[in-house]
């Protein structure tokens, strides 16, 4: 069974596509709903993807969380749908307060755009359970507003929950984010977000496959909760 995954598409996405299609080699079903509408349908999982949503004007991601499917997205992660940001994804979900922190220009003020190696600090997540805590990812990275920062005290919450998921190995961080974090999640287990490419790192012939890790993760949990619905 395909689960649906919904990709939210905004003026300014250029990863929807990229991230459809992993999805499909992946197993899923995957379906655009433009950034005007209010309802998602019937659906199984959400990807808020990557680009440059409304230009990235005021802050990146700051337009976005106002949309009408950012509300339907909301009420979706309320009731414990499973929402997966990716880069300006993540950025999005932190201006709507449904991740914690922010994500600010790159230490050095520039666009960065490279490989990066990526050490999984929490395998026990809908996101990541294909792999193994401690394992090694390389998956790109490609933005100029990546460096994810906290309130003081936030950062050590996170921690003892279990809520930093992947941190840029020591050396590898592209941005200069708090600690090396690369993706959190919120505190009930259900929304996460990365700033590295997952669905760019599917294809072995692009450099990696390690992004599937985390989509397939997606995907069969997505699975997982249709089933148990049934």
Not at 22 to 39: K, M
Not at 52 to 75: E, H, K, Q, T, W
Not at 186 to 197: D, R, S
Not at 200 to 207: F, I, Q, S
């Amino acid at each position: 069974m395909r689960p649906r995954i919904v990709v939210a598409v905004f003026p300014g996405s250029n990863d929807h596509r990229d991230a459809a299609w992993a999805l499909r080699v992946l197993g899923a079903e995957p379906r655009f709903v433009w950034h005007a509408e209010p309802e998602l349908g019937a659906v199984a999982a959400v990807v808020v993807p990557g680009g440059f949503s409304y230009g990235d004007y005021l802050r990146c991601g700051a337009i976005a969380r106002f949309s009408p499917v950012m509300a339907a997205v909301a009420r979706f992660a309320g009731d414990g749908g499973l929402v997966f940001g990716i880069c300006n994804g993540f950025q999005i979900l932190c201006e709507a307060g449904l991740l914690p922190g922010a994500l600010c220009a790159n230490e050095r003020l520039r666009f960065v755009c490279k490989d990066v190696t990526l050490v999984v600090e929490n395998a026990e997540t809908a996101f990541t359970f294909r792999c193994t805590a401690g394992s090694r990812l390389r998956i790109p990275v490609k933005h100029g507003h990546g460096r994810w920062v906290a309130p003081p005290g936030q950062l050590d919450e996170l921690e003892r929950e279990g809520r930093v998921v992947l941190r840029y190995v020591p050396g590898d961080n592209p941005n200069g984010s708090e600690a090396d974090v690369a993706g959190v999640l919120n505190a009930e287990g259900n929304v996460m977000g990365v700033m590295p490419h997952p669905e760019h790192a599917v294809d072995p012939l692009l450099g990696s496959g390690d992004g599937a890790y985390l989509l397939s993760s997606l995907v069969d949990a997505a699975r997982d909760r249709v089933l148990a619905a049934a």
